[in-house]
């Protein structure tokens, strides 16, 4: 006998009364449900996982179930969280890096490129002839020439110059930059040289060889520094690879552009003719100091060979100064030092920025201890003019082309 009211008959659609079928629904939505669970062939449990448990309930614990919610208090689950995500400090730091690499490397090459346009590059060595075989070692040729190209009649005066139209050298010396260590050697102007057979460096025209002996700065003087260059390689038979001059005011503005060069002065000298002054012990000296340091020979008992001696140690403590961190790093120097010394600094045509400063790093290594500095050796003089000894100039050159440690000693 069917107990049910018509029409919720066993089997049928509404076989269960309204009342029942409400209170389990409010029973399903309060209760969470479990994963289903069923048993394998053998008879053991297993979580089918088709189910996760939460249904309904809002997130703050309202809605639909109120208190009795899934999220709020008393209910199952803990509630989602919600605001600002943490911050990402691994991906922070690495856009940050990226940021400064990018503007280190574009500073960087901006600086390269302006100072690479102010170099002068004027000196053909294209033009030499009958060159030596190049060597082991980049080997390149210095020289301080008494230009006063762009000096006002003040600064003539203040810096002792003198007021003399053109040119010369007031002191040359070859820097050897080798990998068993870096040799500088001075090349008296005084020095006793044969003119060779060479090519006119704005006639083009071929000049054979007279067989003429001069005064080494007599080269520069008579074709510039293509045939300054010819007569170095053909009395040495050592390959000069670069050229690079510099003149007075250039050399000044470079001491003054780094606040000036701290010199250790053993012993105090005067000269009326460079303006020269200086008290013995440890020194900064500023341009105009440092010009009349370099170029004082009257006060020195050895001349010319104790003049080259100073401008050696002047020149290390310049490059030792010009290429430290403090110097390089710093704008409100670097600029400054490369705008006063690119100004007046010219160089071969195939000297690139990268040359130039592996030439400052070489003297620099010198006055580190890595390398040695020295003169020409000399045998005795002729005419008043210094004669090199032919025996240890070979063996120096030989040196040099082979790239090993030099044991020759100068004068």
């Given at each position: 006998m069917n107990d049910w009211p018509d029409g919720y008959g066993r089997g049928g659609r509404g076989s269960e009364p309204e009342g029942a079928r409400v209170m389990r629904h409010v029973q399903r939505r309060a209760v969470p449900q479990q994963p289903s669970q069923g048993y394998d062939e053998y008879g053991t449990p297993y979580d089918s996982g088709y189910n996760t448990g939460q249904v309904y309930g809002s997130p703050s614990g309202g809605g639909h179930g109120g208190q009795g919610g899934h999220g709020g208090p008393g209910g199952y689950g803990e509630p989602p969280t919600y605001g600002r995500p943490a911050p990402d400090w691994r991906r922070r730091l690495k856009v940050g890096s990226i940021v400064v690499v990018v503007a280190v490397l574009g500073v960087s090459i901006g600086t390269y490129f302006w100072a690479d346009s102010k170099m002068r590059r004027e000196v053909d060595l294209a033009k030499v002839i009958d060159r030596p075989e190049e060597g082991d070692c980049t080997t390149y040729l210095i020289v301080g020439s008494d230009s006063r190209e762009g000096m006002t009649a003040e600064e003539k005066k203040k810096l002792h110059t003198g007021s003399a139209d053109g040119k010369r050298t007031d002191s040359m010396m070859i820097l050897a930059a080798c990998g068993s260590g870096n040799t500088m050697i001075s090349l008296p102007r005084d020095s006793d040289v044969e003119i060779p057979s060479f090519v006119g460096s704005e006639s083009g025209k071929t000049f054979p060889a007279e067989g003429?002996?001069?005064?080494?700065?007599?080269?520069?003087?008579?074709?510039?520094?293509?045939?300054?260059?010819?007569?170095?390689?053909?009395?040495?038979?050592?390959?000069?690879?670069?050229?690079?001059?510099?003149?007075?005011?250039?050399?000044?503005?470079?001491?003054?552009?780094?606040?000036?060069?701290?010199?250790?002065?053993?012993?105090?000298?005067?000269?009326?003719?460079?303006?020269?002054?200086?008290?013995?012990?440890?020194?900064?000296?500023?341009?105009?100091?440092?010009?009349?340091?370099?170029?004082?020979?009257?006060?020195?008992?050895?001349?010319?060979?104790?003049?080259?001696?100073?401008?050696?140690?002047?020149?290390?403590?310049?490059?030792?100064?010009?290429?430290?961190?403090?110097?390089?790093?710093?704008?409100?120097?670097?600029?400054?030092?490369?705008?006063?010394?690119?100004?007046?600094?010219?160089?071969?045509?195939?000297?690139?920025?990268?040359?130039?400063?592996?030439?400052?790093?070489?003297?620099?290594?010198?006055?580190?201890?890595?390398?040695?500095?020295?003169?020409?050796?000399?045998?005795?003089?002729?005419?008043?003019?210094?004669?090199?000894?032919?025996?240890?100039?070979?063996?120096?050159?030989?040196?040099?082309?082979?790239?090993?440690?030099?044991?020759?000693?100068?004068?």
């Amino acid at each position: 006998m069917n107990d049910w009211p018509d029409g919720y008959g066993r089997g049928g659609r509404g076989s269960e009364p309204e009342g029942a079928r409400v209170m389990r629904h409010v029973q399903r939505r309060a209760v969470p449900q479990q994963p289903s669970q069923g048993y394998d062939e053998y008879g053991t449990p297993y979580d089918s996982g088709y189910n996760t448990g939460q249904v309904y309930g809002s997130p703050s614990g309202g809605g639909h179930g109120g208190q009795g919610g899934h999220g709020g208090p008393g209910g199952y689950g803990e509630p989602p969280t919600y605001g600002r995500p943490a911050p990402d400090w691994r991906r922070r730091l690495k856009v940050g890096s990226i940021v400064v690499v990018v503007a280190v490397l574009g500073v960087s090459i901006g600086t390269y490129f302006w100072a690479d346009s102010k170099m002068r590059r004027e000196v053909d060595l294209a033009k030499v002839i009958d060159r030596p075989e190049e060597g082991d070692c980049t080997t390149y040729l210095i020289v301080g020439s008494d230009s006063r190209e762009g000096m006002t009649a003040e600064e003539k005066k203040k810096l002792h110059t003198g007021s003399a139209d053109g040119k010369r050298t007031d002191s040359m010396m070859i820097l050897a930059a080798c990998g068993s260590g870096n040799t500088m050697i001075s090349l008296p102007r005084d020095s006793d040289v044969e003119i060779p057979s060479f090519v006119g460096s704005e006639s083009g025209k071929t000049f054979p060889a007279e067989g003429r002996r001069v005064k080494l700065n007599a080269a520069y003087a008579e074709d510039g520094p293509e045939l300054l260059v010819r007569t170095v390689e053909h009395n040495t038979g050592l390959r000069i690879d670069h050229y690079a001059e510099i003149g007075f005011a250039g050399f000044a503005g470079i001491v003054d552009s780094l606040g000036g060069v701290e010199m250790d002065i053993p012993k105090a000298f005067k000269d009326k003719k460079s303006g020269a002054d200086f008290q013995a012990g440890k020194q900064t000296l500023n341009g105009e100091q440092a010009l009349a340091f370099v170029r004082t020979r009257y006060a020195f008992a050895g001349s010319d060979l104790d003049r080259t001696k100073n401008q050696q140690k002047f020149l290390a403590a310049l490059a030792n100064q010009a290429a430290t961190p403090g110097t390089i790093l710093n704008p409100f120097k670097l600029y400054p030092t490369l705008g006063s010394g690119l100004d007046t600094l010219i160089v071969d045509k195939d000297m690139s920025l990268f040359d130039l400063g592996e030439m400052f790093f070489a003297m620099k290594g010198i006055s580190g201890g890595d390398g040695k500095s020295m003169n020409m050796p000399i045998s005795g003089s002729r005419g008043g003019n210094l004669v090199w000894d032919k025996e240890k100039v070979r063996q120096l050159v030989n040196h040099i082309q082979n790239d090993e440690k030099v044991t020759v000693t100068g004068n």
